[in-house]
């Protein structure tokens, strides 16, 4: 079952998820529901409070083996790179955030085993995202005030339930090779 996507402005991307202390099977049936809404949503993280679910789960796959997280947090994090980073939470908004390079997590998987993963490059940027949506922060909340109030319209949008895409342009050059064409 594909979830709705909680967007900017809603309550429950704010709140400190509480931790998960039995695995059932409606976790279980949580963590496939959430693949499912992230895969067809395009994404490459999706946590729990994004659907609506106060607790403490992560889900991850940037191509390589999909990651459940349970309770997990960072224990480790070294060097700051600053990229583009989206969210499913806001539709259609690029922001350049600030993150380590490397990571150090541990969680609990579905068999209740515990890991540590050691993570960089879109893995590691991934897991910062996902994890700081279980502590009700999300990514604009890492982006200077400036660059908020630029984008304050867009953030209203975003809380309307409205889309954000990027405007298509022609240049010059574009309409020369239209004119070409005829």
């Avoid at 049936?29 to 994404?43: H, I, N, P, R, W």
């Avoid at 980073?85 to 539709?91: A, H, R, V, Y």
Wanted: glycine share 6%; with cysteine; aromatic share 6%.
């Amino acid at each position: 079952m594909k979830y709705r996507i909680l967007h900017y402005g809603e309550a429950e991307l704010r709140k400190n998820c509480e931790p998960i202390n039995e695995i059932t099977e409606e976790i279980k049936q949580l963590v496939s529901d959430m693949f499912e809404t992230m895969y067809d949503a395009k994404g490459v993280g999706l946590a729990a409070p994004q659907v609506g679910k106060n607790i403490r789960l992560a889900i991850i796959d940037i191509g390589d083996d999909p990651i459940v997280m349970i309770n997990p947090e960072i224990i480790k994090k070294s060097g700051k790179e600053t990229c583009l980073e989206g969210c499913l939470s806001f539709p259609g908004l690029s922001e350049k955030v600030e993150r380590a390079i490397k990571v150090t997590a541990e969680y609990t998987d579905l068999s209740g085993d515990t890991y540590e993963i050691e993570a960089e490059g879109l893995l590691a940027r991934a897991i910062q995202h996902e994890l700081d949506h279980l502590d009700g922060i999300v990514f604009v909340d890492r982006i200077s005030k400036a660059r908020k109030i630029q984008i304050k319209n867009d953030l209203e949008a975003i809380k309307n339930g409205e889309t954000l895409y990027e405007e298509e342009y022609e240049d010059e050059y574009d309409d020369e090779i239209d004119e070409d064409l005829e």
